[in-house]
């Protein structure tokens, strides 16, 4: 079930292709969103009701299963995801080539915000730890956001703005434990 608790048919579905990589499919299950799910997730803190919903229009909502790539560290990013459920790894390559765990999302958390605001590759790789639901914007729905609600978008913008800083201030925060 999805956080609203109801399931719907023929909407766009996404799953997770062999390489992880989500992708269109007709194999997924896919849910119908309810903009209630919204509020638990500081990001959207700022939205009325009303631009819940509307978001929720933009928004679609992928299962996806243990240990599938959602994107890889380089390549260039397109969309944000919202955990509503599951655990997500956020992987870096280190200078010799191996793989490093630098931190693991929960539900509520979101990855890949900054391919929403910039045009660079990923800067890191995601990897589901759990079956995970996640809910997936598109850079080009939250562009069209951007040009036809431009005081929603503003929000979003604001929102991503303090999220991006809390997170330079903990990653600071932990090169300077790190540092001593």
Same mark, same amino acid.
């Given at each position: 079930?999805?956080?609203?608790? *109801?399931?719907?048919?023929?909407?766009?579905?996404?799953?997770?292709?062999? *390489?992880? =990589?989500?992708?269109?499919?007709?194999?997924?299950?896919?849910?119908?969103? /309810?903009?209630?799910?919204?509020?638990?997730?500081?990001?959207?803190?700022?939205?009325?009701?009303?631009?819940?919903?509307?978001?929720?229009?933009?928004?679609?909502?992928?299962?996806?299963?243990?240990?599938? +790539?959602?994107?890889?560290?380089? /390549?260039?990013?397109?969309?944000?995801?919202?955990?509503?459920?599951?655990?997500?790894?956020?992987?870096?390559?280190?200078?010799?080539?191996?793989?490093?765990?630098?931190?693991?999302? =929960?539900?509520?958390?979101?990855?890949?915000?900054? *391919?929403?605001?910039?045009?660079?590759?990923?800067?890191?790789?995601?990897?589901?730890?759990?079956?995970?639901?996640?809910?997936?914007?598109?850079?080009?729905?939250?562009? =069209? +956001?951007?040009?036809?609600?431009?005081?929603?978008?503003?929000?979003?913008?604001?929102?991503?703005?303090?999220?991006?800083? =809390?997170?330079?201030?903990?990653?600071?925060?932990?090169?300077? /434990?790190?540092?001593?």
């Amino acid at each position: 079930m999805n956080p609203s608790g *109801s399931k719907t048919k023929n909407t766009a579905n996404y799953t997770a292709s062999r *390489s992880g =990589m989500i992708n269109s499919g007709n194999t997924s299950q896919v849910y119908k969103l /309810d903009a209630s799910y919204f509020n638990k997730i500081p990001l959207f803190d700022s939205l009325s009701r009303g631009e819940l919903n509307l978001l929720a229009k933009h928004i679609s909502c992928v299962k996806v299963k243990k240990h599938h +790539i959602i994107a890889k560290e380089g /390549d260039k990013g397109d969309f944000v995801c919202f955990i509503a459920d599951g655990k997500v790894d956020v992987i870096k390559g280190d200078q010799k080539g191996n793989e490093v765990v630098i931190n693991t999302l =929960m539900k509520g958390r979101s990855i890949g915000e900054m *391919s929403l605001i910039d045009n660079t590759p990923r800067s890191a790789s995601l990897r589901t730890q759990t079956e995970c639901v996640l809910l997936k914007l598109t850079k080009k729905s939250f562009d =069209m +956001i951007l040009s036809q609600y431009p005081e929603m978008g503003i929000k979003i913008l604001k929102g991503l703005a303090r999220l991006l800083s =809390m997170n330079l201030r903990k990653t600071s925060g932990r090169l300077a /434990d790190y540092l001593d």
